[in-house]
């Protein structure tokens, strides 16, 4: 069965500071992989998208940035944190190909910038 | 900007009532899904609907889709306090990439 992770879990970083947050999908191959973030009470915003390794699509202009090193392994970084990166932020993946599939969330991460 | 518009924004309810949730979107879509979140969790997907389908069921989960109209709506039957979460709809048109609305908080009180 397919699983995705997402670490850490929650993380507390100063302005200015750099930032990597990782996600890995197990037991699929070539999948779709999307980076959301929500803001409290809100929906979601799709960051990124990769269909495959080092194809990403940059959804909104940001201070954040997406790579795919490895098939089933998502990046997202920042050089320098700003406080409204602040959020939850989570990774999910979808079967690969054409639409019509559903997304498998991560557990999320939730980031606080002090 | 967002696709989908949840209609109401928040729900409370007695459990073993149903609870009926919309959602309006703007433009053409191959297919809509439901996703639940509950607190400070990732989504879980509920039921996809496509485009060409006008309604679906899963357990105790009804779907309907009026293209026309550019809406959907989420029924839950017999509520369960369980069933008390954050209810997303999400539209796809194009290129794998999912819309999301602002979601319906619905509550269900034992």
């Known amino acids: 069965s397919q699983t995705i992770h997402q670490w850490p879990a929650t993380l507390v970083q100063p302005v200015g500071s750099p930032l990597s947050l990782e996600c890995t999908v197990e037991?699929?191959?070539?999948?779709?992989l999307y980076w959301y973030r929500q803001a409290a009470g809100r929906g979601l915003q799709l960051l990124f998208y990769s269909v495959g390794i080092g194809q990403i699509s940059s959804e909104v202009p940001q201070n954040l940035s997406a790579s795919r090193p490895q098939d089933r392994q998502f990046i997202l970084s920042s050089k320098k944190l700003l406080l409204s990166d602040s959020g939850f932020y989570l990774c999910a993946w979808s079967v690969g190909g054409a639409g019509l599939y559903e997304q498998y969330f991560g557990p999320g991460t939730r980031l606080t910038v002090t | 900007s967002q696709q989908g518009e949840e209609d109401p924004q928040a729900l409370s309810i007695q459990e073993g009532e149903n609870a009926t949730m919309n959602c309006s979107y703007k433009?053409?879509?191959?297919?809509l899904q439901w996703y639940r979140q509950n607190s400070g969790r990732g989504l879980v997907h509920l039921i996809l609907i496509r485009s060409n389908e006008r309604e679906k069921h899963s357990g105790r989960l009804r779907v309907t889709l009026d293209t026309s109209k550019k809406s959907s709506s989420l029924l839950i039957t017999a509520s369960r306090a369980a069933d008390t979460a954050s209810y997303f709809c999400?539209?796809?048109?194009?290129?794998?990439?999912?819309?999301f609305g602002g979601g319906t908080r619905v509550l269900v009180k034992p």
């Open positions: 999400a539209t796809e048109a194009a290129g794998n990439k999912l819309t």
């Open positions: 037991g699929t191959s070539n999948p779709n």
């Open positions: 433009t053409s879509i191959n297919n």
